[in-house]
């Protein structure tokens, strides 16, 4: 398959800059097996999870990593964190109007902040911050937060909350896992109440998960790193859930790709480390039987998966309903549950 084969048309005004209020008033996209489509809300989601199934959450939590500020030459420039290395360290996207060399400085966040430009790996700029406080608390103090680029507007106080779920635990993620910003304390109440049970995988999601294909193949484009835990506990839930015939239902796409790529011998098995998945159609998926998901951009690494998971024609069909159905697409838009078919 080409990349293009993954477009389709999207109204701009589709894309959703701010999240639905509550969080479970959601639009939800049910895509069934045999692929007829049905609407519901994320307040129906309890009533789509089995007593016997498993619902797995991406715990990674979104640090504050925009950051804006002025060459020593004066010149203006934009610092996106991709992955904190230590207390001082960092690498980082950095635009501006010509690409600072090793031993250049930038003064950060109305000068509090001073930087020197180490070196470079590939696209990344090697950071160090200056000082004695951990980089963490700087970017809470003077971060902004990392917005994706298709919602064009500023950050606001707001977005702390909104642009994070409820149950982030590891800061390091300089996107959302937006699957499960649908999920509130009612929503979680609701799934407690049916006694569903949980579990947990941290993968912290980098800024190149917006990145598109831009080579004619998707077989030539390379996957940016993420850094992804996937633990004993649940790699012991996943098998209990087999063992009891359960489903184990990914709540968004990068829990998909940490418990895949957990998989070792056809067996998941505890994993820590950066992984490089990339899932596209004609992939045997081997962890996980359903899954939550948002709308995603058109020609992404991430629709691909979609389509490897639930089969091409029926999902870009679905793709088609939400755009006619006027669901909101993207990070703050509406949501998606699908299971896995073998159609590819």
């Not at 990349?3 to 109204?11: A, K, Q, V």
């Not at 000082?131 to 106080?157: C, F, K, Q, S, T």
């Amino acid at each position: 398959m080409k990349t293009r084969d993954f477009h389709y048309n999207l109204p701009p005004e589709r894309i959703a800059s701010h999240p639905a209020r509550p969080r479970h008033s959601s639009r939800l996209l049910d895509l069934a097996p045999d692929g007829s489509i049905n609407d519901h809300t994320m307040a129906d989601f309890p009533g789509l999870v089995g007593a016997d199934d498993l619902l797995v959450f991406n715990n990674t939590r979104v640090i504050p990593a925009r950051l804006y500020g002025q060459k020593a030459s004066g010149g203006k420039v934009e610092v996106l964190i991709e992955r904190v290395l230590d207390e001082r360290r960092a690498l980082a996207h950095v635009r501006c109007s010509k690409s600072p060399k090793a031993g250049s400085r930038l003064q950060l966040a109305d000068g509090k902040l001073d930087v020197e430009v180490t070196g470079r790996e590939g696209e990344l700029f090697s950071l160090y911050f200056e000082g004695d406080v951990p980089l963490l608390e700087l970017l809470e103090r003077w971060g902004h937060v990392p917005l994706p680029p298709y919602i064009e507007r500023a950050d606001e106080r707001v977005d702390r909350d909104d642009y994070q779920t409820l149950f982030a635990r590891h800061p390091g993620a300089v996107a959302a896992p937006t699957a499960g910003l649908h999920f509130d304390r009612e929503l979680l109440d609701a799934l407690a109440a049916r006694n569903i049970r949980t579990a947990y995988v941290t993968l912290h999601v980098g800024a190149g998960t917006f990145q598109p294909v831009r080579v004619e193949n998707p077989e030539q484009h390379i996957m940016h790193a993420e850094q992804v835990t996937v633990d004993a506990a649940v790699c012991q839930a996943v098998e209990q859930t087999r063992a009891r015939g359960g489903r184990v239902i990914a709540v968004g796409t990068t829990v998909v790709r940490s418990l895949e790529s957990a998989v070792q011998a056809g067996v998941l098995k505890p994993f820590s480390g950066d992984t490089r998945l990339f899932i596209t159609p004609g992939y045997r998926f081997t962890a996980v039987d359903a899954m939550l998901t948002n709308f995603h951009l058109p020609e992404s690494t991430l629709l691909m998966l979609v389509c490897a998971f639930a089969g091409f024609e029926p999902v870009m069909a679905a793709y088609r309903h939400a755009v006619e159905q006027n669901y909101r697409f993207f990070s703050y838009g509406d949501a998606m549950f699908l299971q896995h078919s073998a159609v590819e």
